[in-house]
């Protein structure tokens, strides 16, 4: 069995080894410039542990592999522009490197990038892996959609939120999973399990990324805390602390998501110290326990040896325990 380490190595080599062997050099030098970030390379390594689980060829899943990372690096720039967001893994977002319109041409062209690298995929399981990659895609952007959706709206339910993060996040690690233990071999049940125990996964990654984007380090979390806050995104910590507040709570926090004009350090401080007072990070933190158990539930029905599973367990775990 492969270790992350070995697997994140055989990954960042490939991403280092890209051809970019096309026409309009200056197209391509954000693309270059973002994928040279680093990074842990999570959904691409789980793409070749699960291909090892069950005991695939892991060097047939290396180029879809990367181009789940591609597409998710992808997503980024786009997000970042809508988002208004300075700063990716401790460095320039690409549209403040760059500008607005390079950045979305230069991500535009990282999703044809990625089919590309998707198209490598062994001959058997080539239209079912396209399959769950164009689905996910789709899903993808339907999750970013929703989410623009809600800065528009005063009230998300929980079932929305978390409709949103499962489209937004969740799927894309699911399904690297999933065409992991495809082009592994795995049975379609086993591939499934694969998929519930990625989707559960993502779930608890992305509540607890909202957590950490109010209440992380900004040394150690590689961005600004409090950009959600800025934008009035309906992360699970409003939606819980708009759903407990009540009185001058309520108001104050209706004010802020009202204001056209504001300094954005008080806005963050007002609103952090009213989660606060609502005990809203522990809530939240129970949530990320729970979609935690329904995980590791997921991974533990996959058959295959349990020894087998400790290195995609350990992972797990420093996703779901980490500070950035």
């Known amino acids: 069995m492969y270790k992350y380490e070995d697997l994140q190595d055989i ?52 180029l879809p592999a990367v181009g789940i990372e591609v597409f998710h690096n992808f997503t980024l720039v786009h997000d970042d522009i809508m988002d208004r967001s300075e700063v990716r893994r401790g460095s320039a977002t690409v549209h403040k490197k760059w500008d607005v319109n390079q950045a979305i041409i230069s991500g535009d062209v990282m999703a044809f990038i990625a089919n590309e690298c998707i198209l490598g995929a062994p001959a058997s399981v080539l239209t079912d892996v396209m399959k769950i990659y164009n689905d996910t895609a789709i899903d993808v952007c339907s999750g970013q959609q929703m989410d623009m959706n809600f800065e528009q709206t005063s009230f998300v339910s929980y079932t929305d939120y978390l409709r949103m993060i499962e489209l937004k996040t969740a799927v894309l690690l699911a399904a690297s999973l999933k ?77 802020q998501l009202q204001l056209g004009e504001f300094d954005n350090e008080e806005k963050i401080a007002v609103i952090k110290n009213i989660f606060n007072e609502l005990n809203i990070r522990s809530a939240v933190e129970d949530m990320v326990r729970q979609y935690t158990d329904l995980a590791y539930a997921s991974l533990e029905e996959v058959k295959v040896k349990k020894e087998k599973k400790e290195e995609l367990m350990q992972l797990t775990a420093d996703l779901l325990y980490r500070t950035k």
């Open 11 to 62: 990954i960042n080599r490939a991403i280092t080894n890209m051809s970019y062997d096309y026409e309009a050099e200056k197209l391509f030098d954000p693309v270059k410039y973002l994928m040279s970030m680093g990074g842990k390379r999570i959904r691409p390594v789980m793409t070749l542990m699960a291909c090892d689980l069950f005991d695939g060829k892991v060097e047939q899943a290396i």
């Open 179 to 255: 065409i992991g233990a495809v082009i592994g071999n795995a049975d379609p049940e086993e591939s499934e399990k694969m998929y519930s125990f990625g989707r559960n996964l993502g779930l608890a990654f992305q509540i607890q990324d909202d957590l950490l984007d109010t209440y992380g380090d900004p040394q150690i979390f590689g961005k600004k805390i409090g950009t959600d806050i800025v934008s009035n995104k309906k992360t699970i910590l409003l939606i819980k602390a708009l759903e407990l507040a009540s009185g001058d709570q309520l108001n104050t926090l209706n004010h």
